[in-house]
């Protein structure tokens, strides 16, 4: 069965710092890759998505991330993270479009000083 | 107006109970899902539910039922709650599948007693 793995628990970067979060999976074919954000209190929201083609995907708020084949990694980054991204992060692959194991990452909290 | 809706926001149960929580979507979308997010923060996909297709995690008891009475609505019945059941349940809806942004309801936070 497929896995995902953020190996990262919890990081803390200064405000205006740049920010990568490590996300890695386990599965024989290339899957489609997720990553969310949940902010204390609240329901998911997608940052971004890979399904096929140019392998840096550009996401919402400044985000992106890079798919890696050779790697089995999807990497989140930001150039430079702001108080507002204090969040949980959770990276996800899925096999087909409807939800067939689709699996979560554990989850990484990032914590942000002023 | 809320994209995606969830009734109850909290829900207080004994165990060997059977209750329902209510999503609602106005966005027109085509795909509904269920999560399920434990103490730990682990989230498990429950369900997807498209064009009357119903996905289901293998890994759900059947005690867990999905219930679409119309495209805009997935409500989540669960019979006999156990106190392992005791999470945030989180629905969810995009336009066609995963390949769309989901977007998510608030949560109802599901305490078993």
């Known amino acids: ?114 | 107006d809320t994209a995606v809706s969830q009734t109850p926001k909290y829900l207080v149960t004994q165990m060997g109970n059977d209750k329902s929580i209510k999503c609602e979507q106005n966005l027109g979308h085509d795909t509904m899902y269920w999560y399920k997010q434990d103490s730990k923060k682990f989230l498990k996909i429950m369900f997807s539910y498209n064009n009357k297709e119903l996905i289901i995690n293998e890994t759900v008891p059947n005690r867990f039922s999905p219930k679409s009475p119309d495209k805009a609505h997935l409500n989540l019945h669960i019979n006999s709650l156990e106190l392992g059941d005791s999470a945030v349940y989180f629905c969810a809806s995009s336009k066609g599948g995963l390949q769309e942004t989901q977007y998510f309801g608030p949560g109802t936070r599901l305490l078993v007693l």
């Open chain 1, 1 to 114: 069965a497929q896995s995902v793995t953020q190996p990262d628990i919890h990081i803390t970067v200064s405000e205006g710092a740049s920010l990568e979060l490590r996300c890695n999976y386990s599965y024989g074919a290339t899957p489609y890759l997720f990553w969310y954000v949940q902010s204390p209190g609240q329901g998911l929201q997608l940052l971004l998505k890979y399904f096929s083609g140019d392998t840096l995907v550009q996401g919402i708020k400044g985000f992106e991330a890079e798919f890696k084949r050779s790697q089995s990694s999807f990497n989140l980054r930001k150039p430079s993270v702001h108080w507002s991204d204090a969040a949980e992060y959770f990276c996800a692959v899925a096999m087909d479009n409807y939800g067939q194991n689709f699996v979560f990452g554990p989850g990484t909290r990032l914590s942000v000083l002023p």
